[in-house]
């Protein structure tokens, strides 16, 4: 696995902060076929959700071999941990920082109460080796397939000796499926994970157990992903989407499927050059902090919605996808503050003017299956020493709406908004 590298931010107490951003349901439509529309999204500042860990985001490695093939495509090449080659430049500078338990695979599964033996055994070796040591490893399973009865009858035996219950999920399907690119744009099928990150949430919580939940492994579509689908620009609206839903219910860590490797991976198997997932990555990584606020979007379903306290800094981030592609919103804040003057906290502090920074990420040429990603409409190309481009943001007045383009997705970092959840 390799993860990003942590931020550290500071705690002070500060009054309560109610967030409100408003789109108002004014639409129109224009001569190109794009049509506005407004709607409302509502943040709630009081208190955080749940809380993520400092190195939420992380990739995997895999062991399959070159001669690996899928759908007509080999996509693994020397790309496995047994092979790969750890000198290159673009790999050293990208990195910051099977399936026995829960639902069968191929038919091929261990119960829940062999499994629970077994990570006993795991957890006294630890003990023994570890004795009067102040670190230890954590003990970490099943990496499975989530499934509610299994998962019931394993959490609540493993109290103390469990640090980490993970599982691994693929929900927008095989490779061979025809119609990845709707179910990925979709925004009732992007919803149907929600069940699975629920019920390990509700396990876990009516457990009553230490025990944390981690995505192990989640590349989105099973079978090495999909050329053509899972390394374009396409696939950040599922991934990020799916960091996300995953944050609201308290999961930990979330590893992708892979950092290299397969059609998924967020390297290209061949060069390492960064796929677009790769930049999404590293700026939910910079930009969305641990702790969760609850965020709700009044209107269409086709912009997700999602907001963080900020990292490092103070204030909040802000995560819109787009899943419309004819649609444009913009995007009016306001805030609702218990502070002197609040009028002013979105525009104006004291006679002077505030500014936000947006990240705007959308593909190269408008085309959605492009694997260059552009942020603020600059092309991110590594150079030829394998250095990854900075991530530079826009700097805008506060009181300027946010603009969301059609199949476009935007990190807005207000940092001139102190919540008392990010305190």
């Known amino acids: 696995?390799?993860?990003?590298?942590?931020?550290?931010?500071?705690?002070?107490?500060?009054?309560?902060?109610?967030?409100?951003?408003?789109?108002?349901?004014?639409?129109?439509?224009?001569?190109?076929?794009?049509?506005?529309?407004?709607?409302?999204?509502?943040?709630?500042?009081?208190?955080?959700?749940?809380?993520?860990?400092?190195?939420?985001?992380?990739?995997?490695?895999?062991?399959?071999?070159?001669?690996?093939?899928?759908?007509?495509?080999?996509?693994?090449?020397?790309?496995?941990?047994?092979?790969?080659?750890?000198?290159?430049?673009?790999?050293?500078?990208?990195?910051?920082?099977?399936?026995?338990?829960?639902?069968?695979?191929?038919?091929?599964?261990?119960?829940?109460?062999?499994?629970?033996?077994?990570?006993?055994?795991?957890?006294?070796?630890?003990?023994?080796?570890?004795?009067?040591?102040?670190?230890?490893?954590?003990?970490?399973?099943?990496?499975?397939?989530?499934?509610?009865?299994?998962?019931?009858?394993?959490?609540?035996?493993?109290?103390?000796?469990?640090?980490?219950?993970?599982?691994?999920?693929?929900p927008v399907g095989s490779g061979a499926d025809t119609n990845l690119m709707d179910r990925i744009l979709n925004a009732t099928a992007l919803d149907e994970v929600v069940e699975v990150f629920s019920g390990l949430y509700k396990i876990l919580k009516e457990s009553r157990t230490s025990t944390v939940a981690w995505i192990g492994e989640s590349g989105g579509v099973y079978n090495s992903g999909r050329d053509g689908i899972t390394n374009t620009f396409l696939f950040s609206f599922w991934y990020l989407d799916s960091l996300g839903i995953a944050s609201i219910y308290d999961t930990k860590v979330y590893c992708r499927q892979t950092l290299v490797g397969g059609n998924y991976g967020l390297l290209d198997t061949t060069t390492?050059?960064?796929?677009?997932?790769?930049?999404?990555?590293?700026?939910?990584?910079?930009?969305?902090?641990?702790?969760?606020?609850?965020?709700?979007?009044?209107?269409?379903?086709?912009?997700?919605?999602?907001?963080?306290?900020?990292?490092?800094?103070?204030?909040?981030?802000?995560?819109?996808?787009?899943?419309?592609?004819?649609?444009?919103?913009?995007?009016?804040?306001?805030?609702?503050?218990?502070?002197?003057?609040?009028?002013?906290?979105?525009?104006?502090?004291d006679g002077e003017k505030l500014y936000r920074e947006e990240y705007h990420l959308s593909p190269m040429d408008g085309n959605i299956q492009s694997r260059t990603v552009l942020l603020n409409h600059k092309a991110l190309i590594v150079d030829s020493n394998g250095t990854i481009p900075a991530l530079k943001p826009l700097r805008v007045a506060s009181s300027k709406h946010v603009t969301v383009h059609p199949h476009t997705i935007v990190f807005v970092h207000i940092a001139n908004v102190s919540v008392h959840a990010c305190k």
């Open 1 to 170: 696995m390799a993860s990003l590298a942590p931020h550290k931010a500071g705690w002070r107490v500060l009054p309560y902060v109610i967030i409100i951003i408003y789109l108002s349901f004014v639409c129109c439509t224009k001569a190109d076929g794009t049509t506005r529309v407004h709607g409302t999204v509502v943040i709630d500042g009081k208190r955080y959700i749940a809380e993520t860990d400092e190195n939420f985001v992380c990739a995997t490695l895999d062991w399959w071999p070159a001669d690996k093939c899928d759908y007509g495509t080999c996509s693994w090449g020397n790309s496995s941990i047994l092979n790969l080659d750890l000198k290159n430049p673009i790999l050293f500078n990208a990195i910051k920082g099977n399936e026995l338990g829960g639902r069968p695979i191929l038919g091929v599964a261990v119960g829940a109460n062999p499994y629970v033996n077994d990570t006993s055994v795991l957890g006294d070796v630890i003990k023994e080796i570890y004795k009067g040591s102040r670190d230890k490893p954590l003990v970490i399973a099943p990496g499975g397939i989530f499934e509610p009865n299994w998962f019931s009858s394993y959490i609540p035996k493993m109290k103390g000796i469990l640090d980490v219950i993970t599982h691994h999920t693929y």
């Open 272 to 349: 390492f050059v960064p796929n677009p997932d790769y930049y999404s990555a590293l700026l939910w990584h910079r930009l969305m902090g641990k702790r969760v606020l609850r965020t709700r979007f009044k209107g269409t379903k086709n912009i997700r919605a999602y907001t963080h306290c900020a990292k490092p800094s103070k204030g909040i981030t802000v995560l819109l996808i787009n899943l419309d592609g004819k649609t444009k919103f913009h995007v009016k804040l306001d805030f609702n503050t218990t502070y002197p003057h609040s009028s002013k906290l979105n525009s104006e502090f």
